[in-house]
C-alpha cells in the first residue's frame, strides 16, 4: 500500500470541506495534545487559533462584532471601521472588512511587530501608530485616540473590542462549545490571557455552566494589573512588558474576573523562552502572547499532585513575531540571551566577528552585492576583511551613494575601488570615553587588537549597552 493510501498516515481523518468564502473557514480549530513538554502528572492541550484565516482567535470576535453592528445599524454600507489594537484584532476586522466592502483603520501602540504593521497595510487598512507608553485617559493611548478618531469620520463605526459584548458572545457561542465537544467533557482547567477580556469571559462562563468545578486560570504578563486583583485583591501601579496582546492596565468592561480561580504573572523572558522551546519541541510556531500562556499552563499542571486535563490556546501564529523572539540579536540586545562577558569594549559589539554573527565583504565584492547585502540584513555599514581577515576598510552608504552618482557603471566595480580605507581602530580594553571623538567624527569603531578583529561599534550599541545598565 502506497504512503498516500496509508491509514496511519492519514488517521482516517475526514476530508476537508470546500468553502466559498474565507470568513467561512472561522473556527472549528483542531485541538492538539502537547506531548513533548514537562506537564507533570498532567495533560495539556492547545485548541489551534493560529489556523484561523487570520491567523488568530480575534477573527472569531471580529465576525461576530461586525455582524452584530450591521444587524442594530451602527454599521452602514460604505463605513469604516475603527479599532483600537494590538494587531490581530485589527488584522480579523480587516479581513472582515475587505469582505464586506467597508474601510479600516487601526489605531496600535508602537510597540507591535513590523509583521503586524506590514499585514495590516497589505489588507488596506489604515494604521495609525501611537505611544504605548501612556496609559488610559492619556490623549495619545490607544483606546482613547481611536475613540477620537471615529467621532471625527463621518459614517464610522468605533467598534471598541473593549466593551463590546458581542465579543465574548461569540466565545460562549463558538469557541467554548468546540473545546467542550473536542474534549468530550472531560477537563478540569483552562487557561487564558486577558487582551480585551472576552475569551475569558465568554468561554469561562460556557465551560462554567457545563461544569462548575473547571478552574479559569489567568496567564498575565507581569506588569500586568489583573494578575494581583485576582490573587490578592491588591491594585498595582501597571508595568511595561514587551509580549503583544495580552496584560492590561486597566479591568475591560466586558471582563468577569469573578469566573478566574488563581492567575500566574509571567516575565517577558519566561514567555519567549516558553514559546521557543514550543517551536523546537512540538514544532508549533506561535506567538508572544502563547509564551504567556504555556508558561502559565505549564506552571500550573507541573504544581498538581494528580493527573488533570488542562486546556490553552495558541491564540496566533509566530510568523508576525519573526523580527522578535524568534531572533536571536533581538532576544540578545533585548537581554533574554546571556552572552559571554569580557569587561571591556566587546561588551558594546552587537555582532560579534569571532562568533559569525556579523555580515561582511570581501574587497573584490561587487558594488552590486554589496547593496543586496546590506538590504538584506538592514544595516548602514560593513566591515571589509582580506583573506587573513584583517579589515582593510569600511563600506557605508555614503560611500554607496557617491560611487553610484559618479560611475554609471559602479555596481560592477568592486568594494576595494569605493570603501574607506582611514579606519578608527580602537582596542578591546580601551574606555567608553574612547568612543566618543571617533562618534562626534561620525564614524563606527573597529575594535581590533593583535589577535584578530572582533567587530563593530555603533553609535546605537554605545546607546543600547547604557540602556540596560539603567534597568
Same mark, same amino acid.
Given at each position: 500500500?502506497?504512503?498516500?493510501?496509508?491509514?496511519?498516515?492519514?488517521?482516517?481523518?475526514?476530508?476537508?470541506?470546500?468553502?466559498?468564502?474565507?470568513?467561512?473557514?472561522?473556527?472549528?480549530?483542531?485541538?492538539?495534545?502537547?506531548?513533548?513538554?514537562?506537564?507533570?502528572? %498532567?495533560?495539556?492541550?492547545?485548541?489551534?487559533?493560529?489556523?484561523?484565516?487570520?491567523?488568530?482567535?480575534?477573527?472569531?470576535?471580529?465576525?461576530?462584532?461586525?455582524?452584530?453592528?450591521?444587524?442594530?445599524?451602527?454599521?452602514?454600507?460604505?463605513?469604516?471601521?475603527?479599532?483600537?489594537?494590538?494587531?490581530?484584532?485589527?488584522?480579523?476586522?480587516?479581513?472582515?472588512?475587505?469582505?464586506?466592502?467597508?474601510?479600516?483603520?487601526?489605531?496600535?501602540?508602537?510597540?507591535?511587530?513590523?509583521?503586524?504593521?506590514?499585514?495590516?497595510?497589505?489588507?488596506?487598512?489604515?494604521?495609525?501608530?501611537?505611544?504605548?507608553?501612556?496609559?488610559?485617559?492619556?490623549?495619545?493611548?490607544?483606546?482613547?485616540?481611536?475613540?477620537?478618531?471615529?467621532?471625527?469620520?463621518?459614517?464610522?463605526?468605533?467598534?471598541?473590542?473593549?466593551?463590546?459584548?458581542?465579543?465574548?458572545?461569540?466565545?460562549?457561542?463558538?469557541?467554548?462549545?468546540? @473545546?467542550?465537544?473536542?474534549?468530550?467533557?472531560?477537563m478540569d482547567a483552562f487557561v487564558a490571557g486577558v487582551g480585551s477580556g472576552g475569551t475569558v469571559t465568554g468561554v469561562g462562563r460556557f465551560l462554567k455552566e457545563q461544569d462548575p468545578s473547571i478552574?479559569?486560570?489567568?496567564?498575565?504578563?507581569?506588569?500586568?494589573? *489583573?494578575?494581583?486583583?485576582?490573587?490578592?485583591?491588591?491594585? !498595582?501601579?501597571?508595568?511595561?512588558?514587551?509580549?503583544?496582546?495580552?496584560?492590561?492596565?486597566?479591568?475591560?468592561? @466586558?471582563?468577569?474576573?469573578?469566573?478566574?480561580?488563581?492567575?500566574?504573572?509571567?516575565?517577558?523572558?519566561?514567555?519567549?523562552?516558553?514559546?521557543?522551546?514550543?517551536?523546537?519541541?512540538?514544532?508549533?510556531?506561535?506567538?508572544?502572547?502563547?509564551?504567556? *500562556?504555556?508558561?502559565?499552563?505549564?506552571?500550573? %499542571?507541573?504544581?498538581?499532585?494528580?493527573?488533570?486535563?488542562?486546556?490553552?490556546? !495558541?491564540?496566533?501564529?509566530?510568523?508576525?513575531?519573526?523580527?522578535?523572539?524568534?531572533?536571536?540579536?533581538?532576544? !540578545?540586545?533585548?537581554?533574554?540571551?546571556?552572552?559571554?562577558?569580557?569587561?571591556?569594549?566587546?561588551?558594546?559589539?552587537?555582532?560579534?566577528?569571532?562568533?559569525?554573527?556579523?555580515?561582511?565583504?570581501?574587497?573584490?565584492?561587487?558594488?552590486?552585492?554589496?547593496?543586496?547585502?546590506?538590504?538584506?540584513?538592514?544595516?548602514?555599514?560593513?566591515?571589509?576583511?582580506?583573506?587573513?581577515?584583517?579589515?582593510?576598510?569600511?563600506?557605508?552608504?555614503?560611500? @554607496?551613494?557617491?560611487?553610484?552618482?559618479?560611475?554609471?557603471?559602479?555596481?560592477?566595480?568592486?568594494?576595494?575601488?569605493?570603501?574607506?580605507?582611514?579606519?578608527?581602530?580602537?582596542?578591546?580594553?580601551?574606555?567608553?570615553?574612547?568612543?566618543?571623538?571617533?562618534?562626534?567624527?561620525?564614524?563606527?569603531?573597529?575594535?581590533?587588537?593583535?589577535?584578530?578583529?572582533?567587530?563593530? !561599534?555603533?553609535?546605537?550599541?554605545?546607546?543600547?549597552?547604557?540602556?540596560?545598565?539603567?534597568?
Amino acid at each position: 500500500m502506497s504512503q498516500a493510501a496509508d491509514p496511519m498516515t492519514h488517521h482516517d481523518r475526514p476530508v476537508a470541506p470546500v468553502f466559498h468564502n474565507i470568513l467561512e473557514m472561522i473556527g472549528n480549530t483542531p485541538m492538539l495534545e502537547l506531548k513533548q513538554l514537562d506537564t507533570g502528572p %498532567c495533560q495539556l492541550f492547545v485548541k489551534m487559533e493560529s489556523m484561523n484565516p487570520g491567523n488568530s482567535i480575534k477573527d472569531r470576535i471580529a465576525i461576530s462584532m461586525v455582524e452584530a453592528a450591521e444587524q442594530d445599524g451602527r454599521l452602514k454600507p460604505g463605513g469604516t471601521i475603527i479599532e483600537a489594537t494590538a494587531g490581530n484584532t485589527g488584522i480579523a476586522l480587516a479581513l472582515v472588512a475587505s469582505q464586506k466592502g467597508y474601510g479600516m483603520k487601526v489605531v496600535m501602540p508602537d510597540k507591535m511587530s513590523d509583521e503586524k504593521i506590514s499585514h495590516l497595510r497589505a489588507m488596506g487598512a489604515e494604521v495609525v501608530l501611537t505611544r504605548s507608553d501612556v496609559g488610559k485617559g492619556h490623549p495619545e493611548y490607544y483606546q482613547d485616540m481611536a475613540a477620537r478618531i471615529a467621532a471625527e469620520t463621518p459614517n464610522s463605526f468605533y467598534v471598541n473590542q473593549f466593551g463590546n459584548p458581542a465579543n465574548p458572545e461569540a466565545h460562549l457561542r463558538t469557541t467554548g462549545p468546540e @473545546i467542550w465537544a473536542q474534549m468530550e467533557g472531560r477537563m478540569d482547567a483552562f487557561v487564558a490571557g486577558v487582551g480585551s477580556g472576552g475569551t475569558v469571559t465568554g468561554v469561562g462562563r460556557f465551560l462554567k455552566e457545563q461544569d462548575p468545578s473547571i478552574e479559569i486560570v489567568l496567564a498575565d504578563p507581569d506588569g500586568s494589573i *489583573l494578575a494581583p486583583l485576582v490573587n490578592e485583591g491588591r491594585r !498595582i501601579e501597571p508595568g511595561s512588558w514587551l509580549v503583544e496582546g495580552i496584560g492590561e492596565d486597566f479591568v475591560p468592561d @466586558i471582563l468577569d474576573l469573578d469566573l478566574v480561580t488563581k492567575a500566574y504573572s509571567v516575565t517577558d523572558a519566561q514567555a519567549f523562552h516558553t514559546v521557543r522551546e514550543l517551536l523546537r519541541k512540538e514544532g508549533v510556531l506561535a506567538g508572544s502572547s502563547v509564551g504567556t *500562556l504555556l508558561h502559565a499552563a505549564l506552571q500550573y %499542571c507541573r504544581e498538581q499532585t494528580k493527573p488533570k486535563r488542562v486546556v490553552s490556546l !495558541i491564540c496566533d501564529s509566530g510568523a508576525k513575531y519573526l523580527s522578535k523572539m524568534f531572533n536571536d540579536f533581538w532576544m !540578545i540586545d533585548q537581554g533574554f540571551i546571556e552572552r559571554k562577558r569580557y569587561g571591556d569594549l566587546r561588551d558594546l559589539i552587537a555582532r560579534r566577528h569571532d562568533e559569525r554573527q556579523d555580515y561582511t565583504l570581501k574587497p573584490d565584492t561587487p558594488l552590486v552585492q554589496a547593496i543586496k547585502r546590506m538590504r538584506m540584513f538592514d544595516v548602514s555599514q560593513m566591515a571589509v576583511l582580506d583573506e587573513q581577515d584583517h579589515v582593510v576598510g569600511m563600506l557605508d552608504e555614503s560611500d @554607496i551613494l557617491l560611487a553610484l552618482t559618479r560611475e554609471n557603471d559602479a555596481g560592477r566595480l568592486p568594494v576595494r575601488d569605493y570603501m574607506t580605507s582611514r579606519l578608527e581602530t580602537i582596542r578591546p580594553t580601551a574606555s567608553f570615553n574612547d568612543l566618543l571623538p571617533i562618534f562626534r567624527a561620525d564614524r563606527v569603531a573597529i575594535v581590533a587588537d593583535e589577535k584578530g578583529f572582533y567587530g563593530l !561599534i555603533t553609535r546605537i550599541d554605545l546607546i543600547n549597552y547604557l540602556r540596560k545598565q539603567l534597568v
